[in-house]
């Protein structure tokens, strides 16, 4: 049984579809003014591995992510970049495309962009003043706040909150706590036609209306980082449920955000979303910003690869804050060597590359009063451990060890054997059980889907081989050769490695 913890109910719920053996998600996804940071891969990479999860254990799931492609920002970023809106948005949508894929991140199924549901926002938006929940004023159409009695559910928050960038539009609000269905053009503005004259959608109803268009009025899961419990969710929850009457989502999931920590500490903690969304940062973690701290994505992706990056972050329970650290990167980085290490191992005792292993798809029951041998039955108490803590609310941190527990055993059972010498049948046989079980549970994680580049150069012969160029270069140096040193140092940077003398020693890194 898969349980769920619900924001709404503020607890651990029994996970029971609406309707049986299918699922429907839905995610946030980004508003692409900007390249992403490795802040915006949290979502998509945990709710990946929740799919996964879902579907291994027989479920049929649809699973979306709309892409924000109509906002302030993007409309701030075309006047500074002199470029239109949408060629701003295409650059950054296949910017953000390509992180995802560098990730393993592959199993969404819709990305709807704003701009393509322009007619059933401004349907939904019509929808709601006619209900009595929403009013127009000189172009703008604001949700009408007080009248929702249920307002504030989600996020416990008063529905006197105040929200919304404030300026002149705010002027024509009943109450500072109304936020905006639909904005009026400005000049030069890029805008669409509506009952309401020329204008464009304001990013709550986006959600509503996306989400009804492919998962129906009603659906299964909701997932977005914290900050956007306030206001979106509650907004998206409020034009959803009082436009149809019924509530819209089963089980809201929101996953922590991310905060910088490490000696690369500093890190902005401004919200990327409009201003709207800034007055929860104070309650919020501090959030990775798009300009500071971590760097590129692109850059991290290159110097550390996808896998150690997505294994990185799925060692920390998704509701838990990441702490993302460069040693963080480096340690789950080694902590994957021991998986190599594994994997080379089985291939020289069997022939075998684990990664033409099939991974099972769907999970079975297993009688572990069947298995003969004691390896097995400890294989099989940590797969059942695996897959309990998955269960319980997707606890992929706790899933992680339970494959490190697995390598150790394996492992162990190679060398009680001296397996790499020769073994019986038997034993390969339970071998290949383990290996195989290893494979069908970390495929569930997204891991180990294809070998990895040593391109990334963090693997130990390579640290073996600097260290002696390194002291090569040290020994040529205190003799006074510098000729050979310095031909040392250029000819490392030719092949795009850096040497770096530093207070404590000389390092080396790649570009
Ligand atoms: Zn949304």
């Keep these: ?280 940062q104070a309650t919020v973690e501090t959030k990775i910003s798009r300009s500071k701290g971590a760097g590129g994505l692109a850059d991290l992706i290159e110097t550390h690869g996808g896998e150690r990056i997505r294994f990185f972050l799925l060692r920390t329970h998704y509701r838990s804050t990441i702490v993302f650290s460069e040693e963080g990167l480096q340690e789950a980085g080694t902590a994957l060597e021991s998986f190599y290490r594994l994997f080379e191992r089985y291939q020289r005792i069997t022939g075998n590359s684990f990664y033409e292993l099939t991974p099972a798809v769907q999970r079975q029951a297993i009688d572990s009063d069947t298995l003969e041998c004691e390896f097995l039955r400890e294989i099989e108490a940590l797969r059942l451990s695996y897959l309990g803590h998955m269960d319980d609310d997707f606890n992929t941190g706790g899933a992680t060890s339970d494959l490190f527990d697995l390598v150790r055993s394996i492992n162990r059972f190679i060398d009680q054997h001296d397996l790499e010498q020769g073994g019986t049948v038997e034993q390969q046989e339970a071998l290949d059980a383990a290996v195989q079980t290893l494979r069908n549970l970390s495929a569930i994680l997204g891991i180990f889907v294809t070998p990895p580049a040593n391109a990334c150069g963090n693997d130990e012969l390579t640290d073996q081989l600097m260290e002696l160029m390194i002291a090569l270069r040290a020994e040529a140096r205190a003799s006074k050769n510098f000729e050979i040193a310095d031909r040392i140092r250029d000819g490392l940077a030719a092949i795009g490695i850096t040497i770096e003398d530093r207070k404590d020693g000389t390092g080396w890194r790649l570009g």
Excluded at 228 to 241: R, T
Aim: with cysteine.
């Design 1 to 280: 049984m898969i349980r769920v913890y619900n924001t709404l109910s503020k607890q651990k719920e029994e996970f029971q579809p609406l309707q049986e053996g299918k699922v429907g998600i839905y995610l946030c996804g980004p508003t692409v003014y900007d390249k992403s940071h490795i802040g915006h891969m949290v979502g998509p990479i945990i709710f990946d591995t929740i799919k996964r999860y879902l579907s291994y254990s027989g479920y049929e799931v649809t699973w979306v992510v709309n892409i924000t492609d109509v906002d302030d920002k993007l409309i701030v970023k075309s006047r500074e970049r002199n470029l239109p809106m949408d060629a701003i948005a295409a650059e950054m949508t296949a910017d953000y495309l390509g992180n995802l894929a560098a990730l393993g991140v592959d199993q969404i199924d819709h990305m709807p962009k704003a701009t393509e549901h322009i007619g059933d926002i401004i349907q939904f938006t019509q929808d709601l003043i006619d209900k009595g929940f929403a009013y127009a004023v000189d172009g703008d159409v604001f949700f009408d706040v007080a009248a929702d009695q249920q307002y504030g559910k989600l996020s416990n928050r008063s529905a006197d909150t105040a929200q919304g960038e404030g300026g002149e539009a705010a002027s024509r609000k009943k109450s500072a706590s109304d936020f905006a269905l639909w904005k009026a053009a400005k000049e030069g503005e890029p805008s669409w036609d509506s009952p309401w004259g020329k204008g464009r959608p304001g990013w709550h109803i986006e959600c509503s209306a996306m989400s009804r268009g492919i998962l129906g009025e009603s659906f299964d899961i909701h997932g977005g980082g914290l900050d956007l419990v306030f206001p979106h969710h509650e907004n998206e929850l409020a034009q959803s449920e009082c436009c149809h009457g019924k509530p819209m989502v089963k089980y809201w999931m929101h996953n922590g955000l991310m905060r910088a920590g490490g000696a690369s500490g500093k890190v902005g903690g401004r919200s990327d979303r409009d201003g709207e969304e800034t007055e929860t």
